[in-house]
T-cell receptor, first 117, second 111 residues
């Protein structure tokens, strides 16, 4: 079974440029998460989807960040314009239902590392 | 709000040494507790979990016991191997909707 797939793995851009990250969750997983991981810190939730609906986007900086999950499968996270402080790893995860459902296990992709110059 | 505090790393041990990584949490209710591990070049993966007080989670020789009285979930292993070198994250989920992670602890095991 294929795991969570993210692309690109690495991205280097100049500040004020746009960037987009793509995530393909495990087949059948209706819950999808985007997490932000700064260097030396734990992941922090940006947005959670239940199917195509964003049910928790309270930590998403909506002035420059946007996300979508068309048809409840793949998801894209966009930053426009990027700032120096956005340099981090962006993690995508999926699960069968929320954390409290079933095993409570989230399956993570390898992440997309962004460097803003 | 909910939070998780882990001991700072890196933790450097010789092979076959005993491992403890401390984790304490703050939550308003009774959360589920998790340890996730991130091996070099890989995504985070669930190592073990406990859903109520006094539960013990275990996997791959690692153990952690949910201690409500001390709000702790310390990770232990009796004999570490070089292959255990990774970053370990303690996490909680209080309402079943998201994971709140600690900062992570780097473990380095030398042969």
């Amino acid at each position: 079974e294929a795991g969570v797939v993210q692309s690109p793995r690495y991205k280097i851009i100049e500040k004020k440029q746009p960037v987009a990250f793509w995530c393909n969750p495990i087949s059948g997983h209706n819950t999808l998460y985007w997490y932000l991981q700064n260097l030396g810190q734990g992941p922090e939730l940006l947005i959670r989807y239940e199917n195509e609906e964003a049910v928790d986007d309270s930590q998403l900086p909506k002035d420059r960040f946007s996300a979508e999950r068309l048809k409840g499968v793949d998801s894209t996270l966009k930053i426009q314009p990027a700032e120096l402080g956005d340099s981090a790893v962006y993690l995508c995860a999926s699960s069968l239902g929320g954390v409290g459902f079933g095993t409570g296990e989230l399956f993570f992709g390898e992440g997309s590392r962004l460097t803003v110059l | 709000g909910d939070s998780v505090t882990q001991m700072e790393g890196p933790v450097t041990l010789s092979e076959e040494a005993f491992l403890t990584i401390n984790c304490t949490y703050t939550a308003t209710g009774y959360p589920s507790l998790f340890w996730y591990v991130q091996y070099p070049g890989e995504g985070l993966q669930l190592l073990l979990k406990a859903t109520k007080a006094d539960d013990k989670g275990s996997n791959k020789g690692f153990e952690a016991t949910y201690r409500k009285e001390t709000t702790s979930f310390h990770l232990e292993k009796g004999s570490v191997q070089v292959s255990d070198s990774a970053v370990y994250f303690c996490a909680l989920s209080e309402y079943g909707n998201k994971l709140v992670f600690g900062a992570g602890t780097i473990l380095r095991v030398k042969s």
